[in-house]
Each structure stands twice: as structure tokens, then as C-alpha cells.
């Protein structure tokens, strides 16, 4: 059942009023309801104890907020917007956001016609480092094409470097992706995703805790971050440094019990040094969409067995391998008694392994000795195994 007219007017109010985030404000919202908070708000004069938890200086900066607050106004405009404002009991919200507690948002702002709560269900965010290194542009968006193509639906920032990859490798697929903003979904930020950011409403989703109209700031990005994960499955770190913001993100989501994943870099690199810390930790390394959808997917969904190629010599019994590792390189021979007291076998056994080998093409025979073919010279990895 949705939420009633009035109930959706006061969140849209207090989400002029209560900053992303803020757990007294989700607790006042828990233990009041948004339409009675926001009469206590609206009053004009605090009274003491209204609102607990807070001192008096900050109730006075709510209230001034509360003044300016046009929620009919920011309704008119998301719908002129081409879109909506979901608040809790809404059949399209996300229960997932609900592990949030008190950090919850008040209600979010979309652009875009999919039902965000079904495609959260199947979402995995992908986020890193704004200033990225030409392999981490390239690693994001090779796994959201890869993770779109399996139907997952890819999440970030709709920020430079690792986001925008990430978001373009999905759309690039004609995959489904969810940008999270920091502002108002009517604010195009940054600046020079604009045309990204269209894209996105057009063919996915654009989200956001904060009115129409409203402006990023660097506190608002931090708590952004925790919407993502939460909002999704598991998270994927490309590339961090240590004090990215990408980590943020990553921590949010353990600790909300989402699976956490890094895509390891070079190990000079400064810009995943952050990845690496969390892969000491508890993410899970991972190199392509197999290895993602194996975490987050259904049970069954694994990734292909990984091994390297296998070599002709792979294929030989244990007897028959020792016998070929007793003859000597660089075109030396060994007569049948010596290959036989060098593999640890009879002279017999050593004979028929030898013929089994020549019927292979590894050895051949020259006179009374036996030696490797040209061949099993000049690719040592038949003969020995290799690495």
C-alpha cells in the first residue's frame, strides 16, 4: 500500500530540512512520523524537547530551514521533470535501504521509467577513483558490459573516471544501469556528464535523496555513497587510493553484510592502494563478471574453472611421464638400460613407454639409444610439464 498524500508531502518538506543521513532525523522520523516531525518543525518557536537529542542552536537552524521549504512546489517540479518521489511503503521501494536503520533516506527522487525496487533486486554497484588510470576507465567498463549482458543491473556515481566507465559500459550494451547523485536529479553534476546523465534518465534510472534544485557538497557525496551500497548486492572497488571515497562505499557495504569486491591493480600504483587494503581484509578478489556474478548471483551461478592450457604432456600416465623426463636435453640419447635406471623402472616397462612416446612423436630411436624428436626440444613444456 502507498504512502498516504499527506505522508508523502511532509517527507518531501523534511527532505528540504533534514540533511542525507542524519540518524536524529531518522529516529525523530521513527518514533514521530514525517507528518507529525514536521509540525513540530513548522511551529515557528522550538519548543524545549520537541526534538531530542539536538541543542537548542540546531533546532533553531531546522526551523529556519522549515521555512523554506515548498514541497508542493518540489513535487510539481519532479513531475515536470518526468519523474517521482518514492518515500517508505511506496510498492517501488527499495526494502533493502530499510538495513540503513535511522541513516535511511526520507524518500528519493527519480528521472527514468523503471521500477527501481525490481531492479535493485539484480544490482551490483561498481564505483572508483574520479582521476583513473587508463586501465581502471577500462576494467569498469569491461565489467559493466560483461554484467549487463547477464542481465545485472550496474550502479555507481555518475562521476568522472571509474563511475562514468562503469555506467557506459552498461549503456553501451543496452544494459540497465541507476546513476546516485549528490544533488537534485534535475541537476546535471558533474557539469561535463550532462549528456551521460540524460542518457541514463532515458534508458535507466537517476536517483537521488536530495529536492529538485539542489547542489552537491563533499559531505553530501561521502553520505551518498552509503545508498549504493546498500541499495545493491555487492560492491566492486576498479581503483581507490587510500582515502577514496570509493572505500566508503565498500566499508558501508560489509558492514551492512553485502558482499565487497576489488579489482587488483599494479602494486605501485597509488591508485589501488586502497583496493589492495581491502582485499587484505575481508572483499573478495575479482577479475571479470564470472567471478562477480558467482558472489552475488544465484546458487549455481559459477565462474568457469581457471587453469592454464593443457599441454600434451599433461596428458601422459605418471610411468610414461617419468620415462620421458629420464631422457636428456639439447639432442643427448640414452640407451634402454640407462632411461630404465633413471625413471626407477624395469627395462621391459621402459621399452613399452618408449614406444608408446615414439607412437606420440616425443621420442625416437637412433640405433641402440633413444632421444627426443626435434620437436620435444624445441618446446621444453612437452617434455617437462612447464609452468
Known amino acids: 500500500m502507498s504512502?498516504?498524500?499527506?505522508?508523502?508531502?511532509?517527507?518531501?518538506?523534511?527532505?528540504?530540512?533534514?540533511?542525507?543521513?542524519?540518524?536524529?532525523?531518522g529516529r525523530w522520523l521513527r518514533e514521530l512520523g514525517a507528518v507529525e516531525l514536521l509540525s513540530r518543525l513548522t511551529h515557528g518557536t522550538y519548543r524545549k524537547g520537541a526534538l531530542p537529542g539536538i541543542t537548542e542552536r540546531r533546532a533553531q537552524g531546522l526551523l529556519a530551514r522549515a521555512t523554506r521549504?515548498?514541497?508542493?512546489?518540489?513535487?510539481?517540479?519532479?513531475t515536470a521533470a518526468g519523474g517521482r518521489f518514492l518515500v517508505p511503503g511506496?510498492?517501488?521501494?527499495?526494502?533493502?535501504?530499510d538495513?540503513?536503520?535511522d541513516a535511511r533516506p526520507v524518500g528519493l527522487w527519480l528521472r527514468g521509467r523503471p521500477d527501481l525496487r525490481r531492479w535493485a533486486l539484480r544490482s551490483v554497484a561498481v564505483v572508483g577513483a574520479r582521476a583513473c588510470t587508463p586501465y581502471g576507465a577500462h576494467m569498469a567498463a569491461a565489467l559493466a558490459t560483461a554484467l549487463a549482458e547477464r542481465g545485472w543491473v550496474v550502479v555507481s556515481g555518475a562521476a568522472f573516471g571509474v563511475d562514468g566507465a562503469a555506467h557506459r559500459g552498461a549503456l553501451g550494451?543496452?544494459?540497465?544501469?541507476?546513476?546516485?547523485?549528490?544533488?537534485?536529479?534535475?541537476?546535471?553534476?558533474?557539469?561535463?556528464?550532462a549528456g551521460l546523465i540524460t542518457r541514463i534518465a532515458e534508458q535507466g534510472l537517476v536517483v537521488g535523496e536530495l529536492p529538485p534544485g539542489d547542489h552537491p557538497t563533499p559531505s553530501r557525496f561521502i553520505l551518498r555513497n552509503r545508498v549504493i551500497a546498500a541499495l545493491t548486492r555487492g560492491t566492486v572497488v576498479v581503483e581507490a587510493a587510500h582515502r577514496s571515497?570509493?572505500?566508503?562505499?565498500?566499508?558501508?557495504?560489509q558492514r551492512l553484510g553485502r558482499h565487497t569486491m576489488g579489482v587488483p591493480g599494479p602494486a605501485t600504483s597509488g591508485l589501488s592502494a586502497g583496493v589492495h587494503e581491502l582485499l587484505r581484509g575481508e572483499a573478495v578478489l575479482v577479475t571479470d563478471a564470472?567471478?562477480?556474478?558467482?558472489?552475488?548471483?544465484?546458487i549455481g551461478d559459477l565462474a568457469p574453472a581457471r587453469r592454464g592450457p593443457v599441454l600434451p604432456r599433461d596428458l601422459l600416465a605418471p610411468l610414461t611421464a617419468r620415462v620421458l623426463e629420464a631422457l636428456p636435453p639439447r639432442g643427448q640419447s640414452l640407451t634402454l638400460p640407462d632411461v630404465a635406471a633413471t625413471a626407477g623402472t624395469g627395462v621391459d616397462d621402459a621399452l613399452g613407454r618408449l614406444y608408446e612416446l615414439h607412437s606420440l612423436g616425443f621420442v625416437e630411436r637412433e640405433g641402440d639409444a633413444w632421444q627426443?624428436?626435434?620437436?620435444?626440444?624445441?618446446?621444453?613444456?612437452a617434455r617437462r610439464g612447464g609452468t
Open 90 to 97: 511506496d510498492p517501488e521501494w527499495p526494502t533493502q535501504l
Open 245 to 253: 571515497g570509493s572505500l566508503v562505499t565498500a566499508r558501508t557495504a
Open 372 to 381: 627426443l624428436t626435434p620437436t620435444a626440444m624445441h618446446h621444453p613444456d
Open 99 to 101: 538495513d540503513l536503520r
Open 173 to 193: 550494451a543496452r544494459g540497465a544501469t541507476v546513476a546516485v547523485l549528490a544533488c537534485g536529479v534535475d541537476v546535471p553534476y558533474p557539469r561535463g556528464h
Open 69 to 78: 521549504a515548498r514541497p508542493d512546489q518540489d513535487l510539481a517540479a519532479i
Open 3 to 25: 504512502a498516504t498524500d499527506e505522508e508523502r508531502a511532509a517527507r518531501a518538506a523534511l527532505a528540504r530540512i533534514i540533511e542525507p543521513g542524519n540518524e536524529h532525523g
Open 290 to 298: 564470472d567471478e562477480i556474478v558467482e558472489l552475488v548471483g544465484d
